[in-house]
């Protein structure tokens, strides 16, 4: 299955750069983030398995059939990280979002300009927002 329109944009735009731009784009995304709200900023929200704090709130819009997103990282890298996968995949079907395919990360050229750890951590935010459309498909 294809990727969605808006994740895909990015892996496109940045398979296409080099290292040190591909980061800059990165930059770019976490300057885009909208605010997390703090009340949400707690161990239920926190995603494991990320060098830098993560956190991520996950909804589904029952009367839309999508599922909603919202974002925080405290490291600028990570958090355009978590700024491609809320973009790419707010307002998504959970059908959709749970056949993305991680391998976009490699696609995209981030293997590259990420540490592996860092990588891991897209990895965990991305399976993350997949339990969260997992969820509510089994609910549906």
């Known amino acids: 299955m294809p ?15 080099d290292k040190l731009t591909r980061s800059m784009l990165l930059l770019d995304y976490a300057a885009k983030l909208t ?3 703090e009340d949400k900023k707690d161990n239920i929200h926190r995603v494991r398995g990320c060098t ?12 839309k059939g999508v599922m909603r997103y ?10 355009g990280m978590v700024a491609i996968l809320v973009n790419g995949l707010d307002g998504e079907t959970p059908e959709t979002i749970t056949a993305v395919d991680p391998a976009f990360i490699q696609e995209a050229g981030l293997g ?3 540490s592996v750890t860092r990588q891991g951590g897209l990895a ?4 993350r ?9 089994a609910r549906s």
Do not use: C, T
Not at 124 to 127: D, H, K, P, R, V
Not at 129 to 137: H, K, P, V
């Open 3 to 17: 990727l969605p329109p808006r994740l895909q944009q990015f892996v496109d735009e940045s398979a296409m750069l």
């Open 35 to 37: 605010d997390y709200p």
């Open 52 to 63: 830098s704090l993560v956190y991520l709130d996950a909804n589904f819009d029952e009367a």
């Open 70 to 79: 919202k974002g925080f990282a405290d490291a600028q890298i990570v958090k």
């Open 112 to 114: 590259e300009a990420l």
């Open 124 to 127: 965990n935010i991305l399976q």
């Open 129 to 137: 927002m997949q339990n969260a459309a997992e969820a509510a498909l």
